[in-house]
């Protein structure tokens, strides 16, 4: 199962390689690919800074951050522009290419649910991009629609991540930011393309998870949406799958005869 990408983990990586080694990974002689296009974006939600990544997901579970540009955009509507350069050597064949506007203010650092974050070719499963030559006209929209709802966490229980997938059986797929919760409280995800929606949440250690309507995950009631729709009401619930520790009060003296 693909975990979450994480962004400032590859951004780091990205640094280090380009920083710290100068150029190929391989240390072979670079074979730079450009790939440029247009970012779109039509709804509400402002943030300062517009991200436009690629992204090597050959390996699943190892994600490699290839090139990431930032961009400054003012309130929306916008039409972004992009150009960005990377080096092909021992990449995969096909390639993806993220954006995501940073609406909570944290930089890439700290990519999560709040943020809107889409994909090449505009839906909600992304387009593979040949990796062989420099490609033009990459041109996408962010996603419009949202989901909303409160997660209801169990006595003691500890962090949680919050997700949308396009698999039936909400298995996680692809690598689009989560929400995180650490108590009982409303949580969004405000970018999202038309399609149908498997929502879930799972603790951070992966232990226990609950999903929209069917906590066990058995029989989770899917979410579709529409191209700009945003879903009140999609909650989750941990009280009836998280298992809770009776209250132990020792011996109990009686005051009374």
């Known amino acids: 199962m693909p975990r979450p990408f994480d962004f400032a983990a590859m951004a780091m990586i990205l640094a280090l390689v380009t920083i710290g080694l100068g150029g190929s990974p391989s240390g072979s002689a670079a074979d730079v690919i450009t790939y ?3 970012v779109s974006y039509q709804g509400s ?3 300062d800074t517009l991200y436009v ?7 699943v579970e190892d994600v490699t951050l290839l090139a990431v540009g930032a961009f400054a955009v003012g309130a929306p509507p916008f ?3 992009f150009s960005l350069d990377f080096d092909n050597t021992g990449v995969g064949a096909f390639l993806l290419l993220a954006s995501f506007l940073d609406v909570n203010g944290t930089g890439i650092g700290d990519v999560d649910g709040a943020d809107v974050f889409g994909y090449y070719d505009g839906n909600a499963i992304p387009a593979s991009i040949p990796s062989g030559s420099s490609q033009t006209g990459l041109d996408f929209a962010l996603p419009l629609a949202e989901i909303h709802g409160t997660v209801t966490l169990a006595p003691g229980q500890g962090e949680v991540r919050i997700d949308a997938t396009t698999n039936p059986a909400c298995q996680m797929e692809g690598f689009r930011p989560q929400s995180r919760a650490s108590s009982t409280g409303p949580y969004e995800i405000i970018g999202l393309y038309p399609g149908t929606y498997c929502v879930y949440s799972e603790e951070s250690s992966g232990s226990t998870r609950t999903c929209y309507g069917d906590p ?6 899917l979410v579709t949406l529409t191209e700009t729709e945003v879903r009140m009401g999609v909650d989750l619930d941990y009280t009836s799958v998280v298992p809770v520790s009776p209250t132990t009060w020792g011996r109990v003296k009686s005051r009374y005869p």
């Open 53 to 59: 990544a690629i992204l090597d997901t050959t390996g």
């Open 79 to 81: 039409d972004q522009s």
């Open 216 to 221: 066990t995950c058995a029989s989770p009631v």
């Open 45 to 47: 939600h402002t943030g």
């Open 36 to 38: 440029s296009g247009t």
